[in-house]
């Protein structure tokens, strides 16, 4: 079985196209199509095959959990007509990723453990260990690099540099504080711990909306609530719930994007298991097993449901 590698639609009254590492996006005037492929990236590098099933596990994930936080801030989904497919508004994004962690984890975790003890200006205090809780969540923002690694960034130097108006700042810091409580209660009620997350924001006709997918494992971080705290008494490793599993194969075949290194060849055992892996965390943040597709006539498919929901 192939994934969807790429897509290569010409629609009646498309007005532009866009392919990011792993969506492509039909412009239609102010709305757009985007379609959820199978391309795969870490350490921002697009891996050379397609996980079949990736692209509409994370599509259908997103949708639910939008439409769950739709009374906390109005998003862009106008309809999901098909498991790879959202049409929504096309808003002009914010250049900042809100990212908000309620644990000592990731990238936040490798900062600390390097002494420092101020991320993205916010303080943190002394004698934490990793996957530890946060006293209460922070954000720590990063600006939205088009090429390249997205930097670290304080809210002081967005204000400072203009990025961000004051107003939709503050307001962007309310939407994300209430987004993530309302992320950590859905988590909690299918025995997950949400440990850190990013969201995006852009504006259309002036007002603001949530974009992008929302805590899905390729934007989010999770531990299993199950055994958490007898793991951190004993030091030893949270289980995870993320993307995180891909990325720990690449470092172990000695690669993290950097210059020089290759990409460790992807045979179809490993293809099949991270398929696997995106089936499993379907069933943990949905509750039922992903339904089956016919992968011949998937493009037609997808294809069709667009033309449907934009006529």
């Not at 994004?93 to 908000?100: A, G, I, L, T």
């Not at 309310?174 to 209660?185: I, M, N, S």
Request: with cysteine; glycine share 8%; proline share 5%.
């Amino acid at each position: 079985m192939q994934g969807i590698k790429e897509t290569h639609f010409h629609f009646k009254n498309q007005t532009g196209f866009y392919r990011g590492k792993v969506r492509d996006v039909y412009y239609f005037g102010d709305k757009m199509a985007m379609v959820a492929t199978d391309r795969i990236s870490a350490f921002d590098v697009v891996l050379p095959r397609a996980i079949p099933d990736k692209g509409r596990v994370l599509n259908q994930i997103a949708a639910v959990n939008l439409h769950a936080t739709q009374d906390i801030v109005p998003n862009w989904v106008i309809s999901t007509p098909d498991p790879n497919v959202t049409i929504g508004f096309r808003c002009e994004p914010f250049k900042v990723e809100m990212v908000v962690r309620g644990y000592l984890a990731g990238h936040a975790a490798r900062e600390y453990k390097a002494g420092k003890r101020k991320l993205c200006g916010v303080p943190l205090p002394d004698g934490l260990k990793e996957n530890d809780p946060l006293p209460h969540p922070i954000i720590t923002p990063t600006t939205k690099a088009s090429e390249g690694h997205d930097q670290d960034i304080s809210k002081e130097e967005i204000i400072a540099q203009q990025i961000v108006s004051v107003a939709d700042y503050n307001l962007l810091e309310d939407y994300t504080l209430k987004l993530y409580k309302k992320g950590t209660e859905l988590a909690a009620k299918r025995g997950l711990i949400l440990v850190d997350t990013k969201y995006e924001f852009g504006k259309h006709n002036g007002k603001i909306y949530l974009i992008d997918e929302v805590h899905t494992p390729d934007s989010s971080r999770y531990f299993y609530q199950e055994g958490y705290e007898q793991r951190q008494a004993r030091g030893e490793a949270q289980k995870q719930l993320s993307k995180e599993f891909v990325r720990q194969w690449l470092i172990e075949n000695g690669f993290q994007g950097k210059e020089g290194q290759r990409v460790p060849e992807m045979t179809d055992p490993i293809v099949k298991n991270i398929s696997d892996r995106y089936k499993e965390l379907y069933s943990q943040m949905t509750g039922g097993a992903l339904p089956t597709v016919d992968y011949e006539n998937i493009e037609n498919r997808i294809e069709q449901s667009i033309v449907k929901s934009l006529t």
